[in-house]
């Protein structure tokens, strides 16, 4: 089947405004049936107790319950939910919906345009976040989303994103009341394991790799993906998977592109996925193309050595902020190149999500 793929993105004044998503369903844009992922920058802290994210999820997937006559449960299986938190620095909230509906024909050209598909895991026992299985399961669900996006070459994919759990002092003593270990008891450091898991399962699923062992995890920096990431939290206990990519067929003005960057400031990565996406830049994005650029999704990680181009930072040393300033910079020099804060960045400790220290940035541009 041929899917005529489309992207909206809107500002939030809030982590429970959807007003931007009312006014883009009563505009007869799309139908609220035709959301198949939705993709926010919430202004909560990014960590283990960040609130916004549950409460943006609970608002988003109310909204399309009430447009849709679907129950809470249903939605929650049709819908990716990516709600990321933390705008730290000139970081705009904002939100980008993913609507897909079928298309009469197939595109006649041979050009490429962009498709995107789901698929989920079914839920996680907190003794699996941060394990194999965890690493498998999403591997399994990329595969998944793949195919039902309809992308022949997995290099035509340009980005996978997850959204996993991770554990919480309940969930640990859970498992322990069942007389099983969690791969962890430091509930902030479960975000970077459970991301990591899910990393490694996003390039087994594309091929990237082809095997890891356990103790590899969140240990071996030498084994990651260059196009895709993760981002944890405790609304939800399955890992949902988000794939887009191009194929020939796919009926959308739109085409999508990547790059990996092999720092928090590798604006050159940057631009080299933007001009992937067909979008000609050298240092800035020329004001007349700007509006082509729907979104940059970037994924970054801080220096595990703590020195970025052999110089000493603070990321890893400061008690107070931690590395919650890397979402900063990564999403200040996007915004540098694309001339809009309205970018979604992510940031933080972690493994396997593109090179150490490093990470990758993708890219949605209309044709």
């Not at 992207?7 to 004044?13: E, R």
């Not at 988003?60 to 929650?76: E, H, K, P």
């Not at 022949?152 to 099983?180: F, M, W």
């Not at 000493?312 to 931690?322: G, H, I, K, V, Y």
Request: net charge neutral; charged share 20%.
């Amino acid at each position: 089947m041929a899917w005529d793929c489309s992207v909206y993105k809107f500002a939030m004044a809030g982590p429970d405004d959807v007003s931007g998503l009312e006014s883009l369903l009563a505009s007869g844009a799309f139908k609220a049936q035709e959301i198949i992922c939705i993709i926010a920058k919430t202004e909560g802290n990014g960590r283990v107790n960040d609130f916004s994210r549950p409460l943006a999820h609970r608002v988003f997937r109310d909204l399309i319950a009430s447009q849709t006559g679907m129950t809470a449960n249903d939605v929650d299986q049709n819908v990716a939910f990516v709600m990321s938190g933390g705008c730290e620095g000139i970081m705009s909230p904002h939100a980008t919906v993913f609507v897909r509906r079928p298309a009469s024909v197939r595109a006649g050209s041979s050009d490429k345009r962009l498709t995107f598909a789901t698929a989920s895991t079914r839920e996680l026992l907190p003794e699996e976040i941060g394990t194999m299985v965890q690493v498998d399961l999403v591997a399994t669900a990329v595969r998944e989303a793949v195919r039902d996006a309809e992308i022949a070459d997995l290099s035509d994919v340009h980005y996978v994103q997850v959204k996993c759990p991770l554990l919480t002092s309940e969930r640990i003593n859970a498992a322990k009341g069942r007389g099983r270990k969690t791969v962890t008891e430091d509930t902030l450091r479960s975000m970077g394991f459970s991301n990591g898991s899910s990393a490694l399962g996003i390039a087994i699923g594309l091929g990237e790799l082809e095997r890891v062992k356990p103790e590899e995890i969140c240990t071996n920096a030498d084994l990651y993906t260059t196009r895709g990431g993760a981002s944890s939290g405790i609304e939800l206990m399955n890992c949902q998977v988000f794939v887009f990519g191009n194929a020939v067929g796919a009926v959308s003005e739109y085409i999508s592109g990547h790059h990996r960057l092999d720092d928090l400031i590798d604006a050159e990565g940057v631009r080299k996925a933007i001009r992937s996406a067909g979008i000609e830049v050298s240092g800035s994005v020329d004001p007349a193309q700007r509006t082509r650029i729907v979104n940059v999704f970037g994924k970054g990680q801080v220096p595990l050595d703590g020195l970025l181009r052999g110089r000493r930072t603070t990321l890893l040393t400061d008690s107070d902020l931690n590395t919650r300033p890397a979402r900063a910079v990564l999403s200040a020099v996007i915004a540098s190149i694309v001339g809009d804060p309205a970018v979604y960045a992510s940031a933080g400790w972690g493994f396997h999500q593109g090179p150490v220290g490093g990470g990758i940035a993708a890219v949605i541009a209309k044709v």
